[in-house]
């Protein structure tokens, strides 16, 4: 039994058709109070036509919502017991920051003291206390969405819904406004779903990441097991930049790449010598040595792209042996200056068995 206690929503075998195309298809999860949990995926993966059902904005072919405990699957939006923030932050243009803020509170009839109180209050809280007699129009982006904020959490919902809320936002004030969106959900320790495609943004907040592809969940776990323990070749791909390379299950716990043998850490278990499959590694774990540093197990290699990130490159190195495609690794940019690698550069490639990971292709 679900412990009714911790557990602020749950959906049960929830599935959605429009005609012919299955957009959700059993899913199933359950939220605890007070989390932050990250729908991620592509776009068309399902997640925002969930975020429309708990919401009561689309109608489920079949499966249930629980919120408290209450079975909510049917009922009309306005009986539900949440706030939404939209990319488009849909404020009423005509309405000064006051009014918009207030709007829900208002339809509540509360007094207008205490509609005055709640207004100041989250004003206030998200760092806007002079700006209730603006309008939209007069603010920026990012203070536009502090204000669908405020508005969303002016009646104290239950669960607070974010419909990729910092998507049209510039990527300086797209960071800054995430960690500000965290530290506000766990000061107030609102239960909060957020709808992301951007995979940084969901692994620098949530609690908890539902990763979903074609309808489907693929994955639900922390960020850190959903980057380093991934579930599929799906979320190993889409989750952060991975090397994906095909490979052969031979005796001895070893894999062959291309007729390149390497240790795997163990025989994977369901895999038999011969069976065909996918490794996944992430440009960090592979360690990448100087020409001349011949170590145990390190095979060399050139140098045939280097993508500079800021405090790291990613170098994409042509492994002798390793024809079908390149390994990515990333390398520190003060580490680069220090060994004065560049493209075309002869280098040598470790790829440490602890950190592979293995699929059926």
């Not at 049960?12 to 299955?22: M, N, P, Q, S």
């Not at 904005?57 to 405990?69: H, K, P, R, T």
């Not at 005055?116 to 206030?124: I, Y």
């Not at 930049?241 to 299950?249: D, E, K, M, Q, S």
């Amino acid at each position: 039994m679900p412990d009714t206690h911790t557990e602020a929503l749950r959906f049960e075998h929830i599935v959605k058709r429009f005609g012919d195309f299955t957009a959700l298809n059993d899913v199933s999860l359950a939220i605890n109070k007070g989390e932050l949990v990250c729908f991620l995926g592509p776009s068309g993966c399902g997640k925002t036509t969930l975020l429309r059902i708990i919401a009561g904005l689309e109608v489920q072919s079949s499966g249930a919502i629980i919120q408290n405990g209450k079975d909510i699957s049917r009922l009309p939006p306005m009986m539900r017991d949440y706030g939404i923030v939209f990319q488009s932050y849909a404020l009423f243009p005509n309405l000064t920051i006051y009014g918009n803020v207030a709007y829900g509170l208002v339809n509540r009839r509360l007094a207008k003291t205490a509609i005055r109180d709640r207004v100041t209050e989250l004003l206030t809280l998200v760092g806007l206390a002079d700006s209730g007699v603006k309008y939209p129009g007069q603010l920026s982006g990012g203070e536009q969405q502090r204000i669908a904020l405020a508005r969303a959490l002016a009646t104290s919902p239950g669960l607070l819904l974010l419909d990729e809320p910092l998507s049209a936002l510039d990527a300086q004030v797209r960071v800054r406004l995430r960690g500000e969106v965290r530290m506000l959900q766990q000061r107030l320790g609102v239960t909060t779903i957020l709808v992301t495609h951007d995979q940084e943004e969901a692994l620098s907040i949530a609690d908890r990441v539902v990763v979903m592809n074609h309808g489907v969940i693929e994955q639900v776990g922390t960020p850190m097991q959903v980057y380093r323990e991934p579930a599929s070749p799906f979320v190993a791909d889409f989750v952060g930049r991975t090397n994906l390379l095909p490979a052969i299950v031979r005796e001895n716990a070893e894999l062959e790449i291309d007729g390149v043998r390497l240790g795997a850490n163990g025989t994977p278990v369901g895999f038999r010598p011969g069976a065909q499959v996918s490794v996944f590694l992430r440009p960090e774990d592979v360690v990448v040595r100087g020409a001349g540093e011949n170590l145990p197990g390190s095979l060399p290699g050139r140098i045939e792209n280097v993508e500079f990130l800021g405090a790291v490159c990613r170098l994409g190195i042509r492994v002798e042996g390793i024809e079908s495609q390149l390994v990515f690794a990333d390398f520190s940019a003060r580490g680069m200056l220090a060994f004065q690698l560049e493209r075309g550069c002869p280098v040598r490639v470790t790829i440490p068995g602890r950190s592979i990971r293995i699929f059926p292709k």
